[in-house]
């Protein structure tokens, strides 16, 4: 149930940034924000599954691992279409 | 990717997997798996094989002698009295250990894993026929269907009284069949005859030849008891799965016999057939470095048993899911065996280390001498170090763990590296060397599930 919640906002998150005009985003800021999104659900499913496993410091490691570059990534997509748009408006 | 790897279903493996679950149903939605022969039907990355992995030169293999292990001949490789001097120096530190209330070894401890090994029916060849029901009993004629309608009904049954997977091989006279022991645990011939019904004395057991058919099935030990090995609490999870596999066995040989079959199984612990050996015939797992059965479900949280019928089944082929060429890389196991006795070489060898390994099969043969000695002199108890180690000793909840085995089937080029994260995850450094990997008085606070172990892993893995 979890994951189909997630899902569904995710779903809609992607379908509003697509069509609502409000945000464009370019080729390289999708892959950066797919890609961040995609890597913070692995952590995240890996943590919650490794405590259930009864294995907190793989948990932590691998939250960090895979959470860590998917926020970077994450953060960065939205950091530069944000740059971009500010320099768009500003022009 | 391998050649028998459609995209289409690439693309649906890679639906399956924890980090792309949001997506999951829009990849893989509506898709159902293929329609195959009966097969314990697992994900479409672990191939059915022809042969096994493992070598055989079937010419060069003969029946063996359960009593040549080292299990019931530990007298054949090592001198009497230093045998009873281990036995001193085993029931020696089993009392310190009380005493001093060391964690794993306390009174507690003791009296689970005496809990553990008392009860569950007792193992016997054949059942008490007067006992027995069947289409005699009922007035009905005996099931018939076919092959795989009788391999369905078997696993289904089976998994259903505890069994965990369930594989079938067909017995070959110059080949599967010399994996049946010459002679079981308790001295007794077993004899392979042309007859119509079983036959047991004080000397020998007759297997009719018309039992062609052997089922080979795994239960499942406690990965989070285990890991407290080498100490009696590590060690009762063995000690409860050939308890549990006693009542499967004798819940089995009622069921053969209900459906008008034979059901003949070990009249004792590790009797009747060579289980890991069966096992990778059965397609159960592969062979692993520490010479044991290697699965792709539970990895080696396994202990495998046997039953022979003359009920036709289909049998189910022999696996690659990459495990037996991940240990070609690996070598856990054998860095954290404190006896030493388990391989570091590359490759298998055809070369056997002593009487207990029987020739004709190219493996990682152990030093099962130097495995007892360690036993004997440090744990006072089954040791099983080298399953808690092994990197396929994981629950796979964790999809980071499924996507390992998925790579470890389809790109083995990875495998280094994913032990290497395995070390990193898994392990606690500094490796106290021979110490229980985690804390033995915490278990008792865990509140595990039934028997400890996870019963819809199968489930997961095939749906």
Redesign the interface.
Known sequence: MFWLIVGLLLGAAIFWLATSGKVKLTWYEWVLGVLGIILILFAIQNYSASQVELESKAAGLLLLIFGLPGLIFAVLAGVLAFLRGKKAAAA | MPENLTRREFIKDLGKL??????A?LVAGGETMDSKPFSLGRPNWIKEIDEPLTEVDWPNVSRYNERHTTRRGFNLYVEQDRIDQLGELSNKLLEDNLKNDVPGYTLKDRALQRAARGGGASRTFMIDMEKAQGPDTWGVPKWTGTPEEASQLVTAAMRHMGAATVGFVELETDTTEKLIYSVDPDGKELRIEDVEMPEETEDYRVIPKKARYCIVYTVQMSE?TLSRAPTVLGSLTTSLTYTRSQNIQERTQYFLHGLGYLGLAESSTNALGISPALGVMAGLGELSRYNRLLTPEYGPMVRVFKVLTDLPLAPTKPIDAGLYKYCHKCKKCADACPGKAISFDDEPSWETRGGWNNPGHRAWFEDSVLCRFYQRTYTGTNCGLCFSACPFA??N????NRVRNYMAATMPAFDKTFKTMDD???T?FPLEFGKSQKDCEEWWT?NLPDYGIDTVQTVRETS
């Open positions: 924890g980090a792309a679950a949001a997506v149903p989070e994981t629950k909840l964790a999809s980071f990193l995850l898994y606690n865990l």
